[in-house]
């Protein structure tokens, strides 16, 4: 039985993902401009059943198509909560931080997790995750003697959020690899910043723990000469993401982009073993990596800025084919 569900969500999957979108569609969007790219998007099945286009709609019901796709065909409670993680979990920042400030969040939760941010404003955890309830009973306790800053709110659930993760993906060595990997990127990508920004003092607040990386030797790349600095990066098994490293702040973008490719890979081998969880993480990812790239778009395009488009898009849809 237990197979049989993985071929079923796993067909499901590999159907679904012959309409994600390819290089000619994504040309076409581009190409139609804006507003005229929304109507596009209509034509490609956004939005169905929706009254209002406009981006924030489109990307939202997309992202909730793929949440309930997860819900409705999953293929083990464990998997679903490693690729649902980050919606709990920002859903739970944003709620913190709206409930600390007095501030309307509403525009930036998901849909699908309004539990999660009731939780979170009616102080009631008991049904969160262990772990993002520990976190959030530590931070009101904190924040009864002094204020807390959102960057320190969003790292602590951060934080949380893929010791949650890595819980989760116990066992499992595929998902965990995702999981430490998401985490030595994000951790390679702040340190990145931090040099390019001057500042030597932020690294122990922003470093996340659970990856492969070395508080310490990141610290001593960080306040090491370029040289060492651009040797930490070299030496690393990220050292094809972080080529650019040397281009200074401008390549930000590039190395994001960088990191989204890298993770996406991770998730490509055996996504034709339909006996496997692989096809359905697979077109998981593949779905989000739509989405992202569609928000990208339609900034871009309704900034007037085409000409950022490629740079920040190219190679990852090359990759897609």
Known sequence: MAYASKIYANTLASYNAKFLMDGDRLRRLIDAGYPDALRVLQDYGWGEGLT???????????????????????????????????????????????????????????????????????????????????????????????????????????????????????GDKSLTKYVKSEIDLKNL?????????????????LFIRGGSLDLGEMTKALDGTAEAFNLFYARSEYSDVFAGVEKGAAAITELETGIDEYL???????????????????????????IKTVRTVLVCLKNNAEGEIKRRLRAVYDRIG
């Open 52 to 170: 209002e286009i406009t981006v924030d709609s489109l990307l939202a019901a997309e992202t909730e198509k793929l949440v309930s796709f997860v819900r409705e065909n999953s293929i083990g409670g464990k998997v679903n909560n490693v690729l649902l993680a980050p919606f709990v979990f920002h859903n739970a920042k944003a709620a913190y931080k709206g409930r600390t400030a007095n501030a309307d969040v509403s525009r930036a939760l998901y849909g699908g997790f309004t539990d999660v941010s009731s939780a979170v404003a009616d102080k009631n955890y008991s049904e969160l995750p262990d772990v993002l309830a520990d976190v959030l009973e530590a931070l009101d306790e904190e924040g009864e003697t002094a204020p807390l800053s959102p960057r320190a709110i969003d790292m602590r659930i951060t934080s949380a959020m893929y010791e949650y993760s890595l819980m989760e993906a116990k």
């Open 264 to 290: 996406y890979a991770l998730t490509l081998a055996g996504r034709d073993d339909f006996l496997s969880k692989n096809p359905f993480i697979n077109y998981f990812h593949r779905a989000l990596l739509e």
């Open 189 to 205: 990508l702040t340190l990145f910043r931090l040099r390019a920004l001057g500042d030597r003092k932020s690294l122990p607040e």
